[in-house]
């Protein structure tokens, strides 16, 4: 594109701004998107402490709407730069881009009626806008095909968790009971698996000996097992970065493995490239 | 047994369906019934839950009922169709599916008396049937085999967790006492657990610094340790995925395993590629 | 030993049966040890639970006295059947014995006087006896190698942690104060362990805002550099692991990184083994 | 250096002790320099300690100012004994240095005013002395290389985990509401790092069956996704421990870093091996 710079009208120029990076124009709306996003969260978070609310409700309004009508035009410029709107628009980003929007446009119409929790959900649609800031993360192609790769074994994995938090929090609803907070099975259950993660908040804990002792059971479970998506995951990165050495072959001896700086084959003691 | 379908009677056509998945038919049962576990395995949940089960108590002992019968069925089905039902009886698929059956029935005849700790432990056995499950879940032969290999080791490891245990356990009993929590030694060696395994609910806590001092060293030997078992299943799926990458075998023994630069057969000595 | 069995005198015999294990007599001191053993612990244990110990005080106190003079008569023949008596007794398991034996006979000589907490420190030697356990757990070469190659690395790692956590807990105790129970330093230190090894009693938590904020930071931290232990280890037990593979080479070739069950050389055909 | 000994002055003399450690003199003077390291670290952490405090309040001030006075002797003697004293001063240490001299004589010209949190702040800065044993510790190059190799990944996916941790306390706020703790979406978004990070204080705890639920969900995905990092490290140590095996270096270009199984070296092209 960067060859025919020649014959473009402003869509074309709009186009490169806004969805390309290599330009002065594209990285400064590339800046000035990265802060609009940041800012735009930090006022969502402000809004929901009370106490700050309460004092700059106007200051935070005021900053909501100016971000809104920035992150409007931005859709409607996204929109009619691209040769297929369509395209962006039931794109996941597109659609982050307009479900983060609309809320504040909402909030005016609801504004008399009473529905405070639909208002709230709603509200929530602009934290959104932080998957707005993937767009800036480097592929890290490397990593998300480890991870992709592992995603099927760590499922396995998972669902046999599951089955093992279901028998166990049944057990201890048995054992244990309701006098200890144990009041229904889903509980239970919630209680393994905060038990078997380690992450053990403590709301519910076994009372009973033998209560402890199948916890005891559980949390070394826990701790043995967690070795196993660890194990998977680094197999699939060390297989990764092991076959990202070996992609050159020589071309004399047809010998595979050598290091990305290599000049001369280890093997026959010709050169690589030519 | 697909190319011999000509000569069968009703029994093997059964024993098809419920066995086997390479049919429609079978592949229809085994959707069926994958929707009747976990249907099954909702309503045993939701009885547990007091407000749920005080509600819809008519509902659920309806749902169950017709679940019950449907898993007899079932089992009657697989007992029949099968040539040597003993073989399928006697299995572990064949006990799970056993008790989770009875426990209903078992409700009929214990309903007048006040056996209600029995009952309860009884209507627990229904929750078993999460086990069923494990049958849709693919082999995953090389994860589970990455855990075998790996098995008597991380027990040795978890053997040495626990002596750990029972004596920084003592030790707290000793030094924290009574006072604060520390009432026996098993308590005091259910506080290491928690505290080794990082899972920290919090119902004991040390109060004393002294005791403050050794936790936190417990701790810190707890985050280093978790290392031990990771690394173990870590090295042996790296191992048993290396392993798996040699995908030839020897055209004159047919032996698997040589690696990826092996000229000759490792057990025949010819070679490997003309 | 066993081809000389002819010329031996009953020192030579119990020693064979006390050290070794190759003899049915020696497979069977083993095995009573053993239980001997477990039954110690139990009793330690139970003796410890006020509600049992008032109970079954004279049961307890008898199965002790039962224990105590078994593990004398054992300490007595390990001293007479072996030739230097001294490398017996201080030796690691020298110590472990004496020790967890002679605490009983010690709460017969101060059983008048009112030293209960010393008592109580003596009776805590017992446990130690589980210690003997460590007799029967094989070797585990193996594992045991990789722990003392990575044990340097792991030390200056665990150093590291414990600078990041002395200052962070001085950080906190600046920012939360004492009103939100960051009391003093050390205080403060010992949560900042619990939160970065992801323990997380929460009988001390953040409860102002900056405070949350760097507790976030510590967690996020712990939740990252737990992988440097487990990744110092991995790698050891994956390099320990590639090593013992690679024990023969060819007579023939010198080709190395041959599997345990090769027969030929991978590399010139020829046998492995004449 | 030593081979030069005849023609010194006292001032390179005092350089060898001081940033030297190949002297008896330089290896006293760093026992003695780590020895008051750590026992400052105590004064400080014991002054905070209100019951310690006010019992030993005049031994600790004069051990406070004892220490004070031996590192502001090591500072200038540092300042003086090297030949650019501003490449020492604005160092790392230096300034550390320089940091935890000055909170003492400050807390003389401020002690008549009321300023109590800066003095606490500056108080504070002693403890950072400790960062001055970093330089004992080995350099572990490779330790350091592997995590700086990994940094980068680490970073992204810390990332990630915050858009998740951002994401997910959102809805935990909609879920949950004031009333179970989840004040604010700063707060909730505290509650998720608290609970992916599986460190779980359980000071906010969900109370709803659907907050309970989808928390479970957050610890499972926490308890899966603690694999990537530590997958990332391992695969990182692997390959470094792996170069490092290679330790022949090529006899015409000294390059290093061959495989085990090289003949010709991949950069100039010629025979490893005569």
């Given at each position: 594109m960067s060859t025919q710079k020649t014959k473009r009208n402003w869509k074309e120029k709009l186009h490169e701004i806004i969805y390309e990076a290599d330009t002065p124009e594209g990285k400064l709306f590339d800046v000035i998107l990265l802060i609009a996003i940041l800012f735009s969260i930090t006022i969502v978070m402000l809004e929901s402490v009370n106490t700050i609310n309460d004092k700059y409700s106007y200051v935070l309004n005021i900053s909501e709407w100016a971000i809104t009508i920035l992150f409007t035009i931005e859709y409607i410029l996204r929109v009619i730069s691209i040769k297929k709107p369509s395209k962006y628009i039931f794109s996941f980003y597109g659609i982050i881009d307009l479900l983060s929007t609309i809320p504040k446009y909402l909030s005016v119409i609801f504004v008399?009626?009473?529905t405070l929790v639909a208002l709230r959900a709603l509200r929530l649609?602009?934290?959104?806008?932080?998957?707005?800031?993937?767009?800036?993360?480097?592929?890290s192609n490397h990593l998300s095909q480890a991870i992709k790769a592992s995603l099927a074994r760590i499922s396995v994995f998972l669902f046999f968790v599951l089955i093992i938090c279901i028998i166990l929090g049944s057990l201890m609803y048995l054992i244990?009971?309701?006098?200890?907070?144990?009041?229904s099975i889903p509980r239970s259950v919630y209680w393994a698996i905060v038990t078997l993660t380690t992450?053990?908040?403590?709301?519910i804990a076994p009372g009973t000996p033998l209560g402890q002792f199948i916890a005891s059971a559980i949390m070394i479970l826990g701790y043995a097992i967690i070795a196993i998506p660890t194990g998977i995951v680094s197999s699939e990165i060390v297989k990764k970065t092991e076959l990202d050495l070996n992609t050159q072959s020589c071309p004399h001896c047809a010998t595979e493995g050598h290091d990305d700086d290599a000049i001369y084959c280890y093997n026959c003691g010709n050169k690589l490239h030519e």
């Open positions: 008399g009626t009473n649609l602009r934290v959104f806008r932080i998957l707005k800031l993937a767009r800036f993360i480097g592929e244990e009971g309701a006098e200890n907070g144990f009041t992450v053990g908040y403590g709301d």
